[in-house]
């Protein structure tokens, strides 16, 4: 994907602005159960209803900064990503058309039309992802767990118990989704030759009686994108529950220990509120990995597909410029 940075880097500005708007949306969300703990500890225990108003306030004023800066994070990746898309295109566009007649001949026409359409449209996915969720979610995962041992570190301890076995099973899933998305990349390129000829061959088609035949055709390679699409997304989709599960028997544990904590008054209720409250972002977090790992996987497919064209050999292409076309006239 190395090839498709420096369409990302001409709106590096932009980029920026919804980097910093992400750090201040997930600064907001990680400060806001400290602030519920407050609530709860100073106000609700202590029946002060001052401090519940006070920290309630607080509270509504740090989500409604939150919505704020999404909102704005949104609006500047989606600039990034769509802006970075139209370049691609052009890039491939441009690349296409320098190239010589042997060099297009070896591929197929279907495929350039679906590198151009489906994989761009893979990698401004991925684009505007990271800049939203992907950066995100890890340093929410990062940020809830340092948060939570500044609270209590025996139940952040038992939250970072099973951390290392959900690393490693999603780098798993990723490289085992890249291998079937590309077979799923590949098998559109298929579906879209198959139009291409039916559609550009359509007069001897009907001259000949041959509609049934080509229909029962259509059927075979759409059958075959739709059966490894299916298999690709059923098993991208078993890293969610098995994610969500870890996650949710950590938190069992953590809500057992903490009422026995509770119990021994070494622990305040707001204390167990705010640790449970970052185990549940966490799990959230879990979860927008696994459609990250989709996200990642198809793209990756993608850009591979991308990169074969932008990188074919310069001699495999040929410059026609405005001083080569006023020689030939």
């Given at each position: 994907?190395?090839?498709?940075?420096?369409?990302?880097?001409?709106?590096?500005i932009?980029?920026?602005?919804?980097?910093?708007f992400?750090l201040?949306?997930?600064?907001?969300d990680?400060?806001?159960?400290?602030l519920?703990?407050n609530?709860?500890?100073?106000?609700?225990?202590?029946?002060?209803?001052?401090?519940?108003?006070?920290?309630?306030?607080?509270?509504?004023?740090?989500?409604?900064?939150?919505?704020?800066?999404?909102v704005?994070?949104?609006f500047?990746?989606a600039h990034v990503?769509?802006?970075?898309?139209?370049?691609?295109?052009?890039?491939?566009?441009?690349?296409?058309?320098?190239?010589?007649m042997?060099?297009?001949?070896?591929?197929?026409?279907?495929?350039l039309?679906?590198?151009?359409?489906?994989?761009?449209?893979?990698?401004?996915n991925?684009?505007?992802?990271?800049?939203?969720?992907?950066?995100k979610?890890p340093?929410?995962?990062?940020?809830?767990?340092?948060?939570?041992?500044a609270?209590n570190?025996?139940?952040?301890?038992i939250?970072?118990?099973?951390?290392?076995?959900?690393?490693?099973?999603?780098?798993w899933?990723?490289?085992?989704g890249?291998?079937l998305?590309?077979?799923?990349?590949?098998r559109?390129?298929?579906?879209?030759?198959?139009l291409?000829?039916?559609?550009?061959?359509?007069?001897?088609?009907?001259a000949?009686?041959?509609?049934?035949?080509?229909?029962?055709?259509?059927h075979?390679?759409?059958?075959?994108?739709?059966?490894?699409t299916m298999?690709?997304t059923?098993?991208?989709?078993?890293?969610?529950p098995?994610?969500q599960?870890?996650?949710?028997?950590?938190?069992l544990?953590?809500?057992?220990?903490?009422?026995?904590?509770?119990r021994?008054?070494?622990?305040l209720?707001?204390?167990?509120?705010?640790?449970?409250?970052?185990?549940?972002?966490?799990?959230?977090?879990?979860?927008?990995?696994?459609?990250?790992?989709?996200?990642?996987?198809?793209?990756?497919?993608s850009?591979?597909?991308?990169?074969?064209i932008?990188?074919?050999?310069?001699?495999?292409?040929?410059?026609?410029?405005a001083?080569?076309?006023?020689?030939?006239?």
């Amino acid at each position: 994907m190395k090839v498709l940075f420096p369409f990302v880097k001409r709106y590096k500005i932009a980029a920026i602005i919804a980097f910093i708007f992400m750090l201040l949306e997930l600064t907001a969300d990680l400060m806001q159960p400290i602030l519920m703990a407050n609530m709860i500890n100073k106000g609700l225990l202590e029946d002060d209803l001052h401090s519940v108003a006070f920290w309630g306030g607080a509270l509504f004023i740090l989500a409604l900064f939150s919505f704020l800066s999404g909102v704005l994070n949104s609006f500047f990746s989606a600039h990034v990503a769509h802006s970075f898309g139209y370049d691609l295109r052009q890039a491939l566009y441009q690349k296409i058309q320098s190239f010589t007649m042997a060099t297009y001949l070896s591929f197929q026409t279907s495929g350039l039309i679906t590198r151009m359409t489906s994989d761009v449209t893979q990698a401004m996915n991925i684009v505007f992802m990271l800049l939203r969720i992907a950066m995100k979610a890890p340093l929410m995962a990062l940020g809830s767990i340092i948060l939570a041992f500044a609270i209590n570190a025996k139940l952040a301890f038992i939250l970072c118990i099973s951390m290392p076995l959900l690393v490693a099973f999603l780098i798993w899933m990723i490289s085992l989704g890249i291998r079937l998305f590309a077979q799923v990349q590949h098998r559109l390129d298929d579906v879209n030759k198959h139009l291409q000829e039916s559609l550009q061959a359509v007069r001897l088609i009907k001259a000949y009686m041959r509609g049934q035949y080509e229909e029962s055709r259509f059927h075979l390679v759409a059958d075959g994108l739709k059966l490894d699409t299916m298999k690709a997304t059923r098993v991208m989709e078993v890293a969610l529950p098995v994610l969500q599960f870890v996650m949710n028997v950590s938190l069992l544990v953590v809500i057992w220990v903490g009422a026995d904590l509770i119990r021994a008054n070494e622990l305040l209720v707001g204390d167990l509120a705010a640790i449970i409250n970052y185990a549940f972002r966490m799990t959230a977090t879990f979860s927008i990995f696994s459609f990250i790992i989709i996200a990642y996987a198809r793209a990756k497919a993608s850009a591979k597909r991308i990169d074969e064209i932008l990188t074919m050999d310069e001699q495999a292409t040929e410059a026609v410029n405005a001083k080569d076309s006023e020689r030939l006239s």
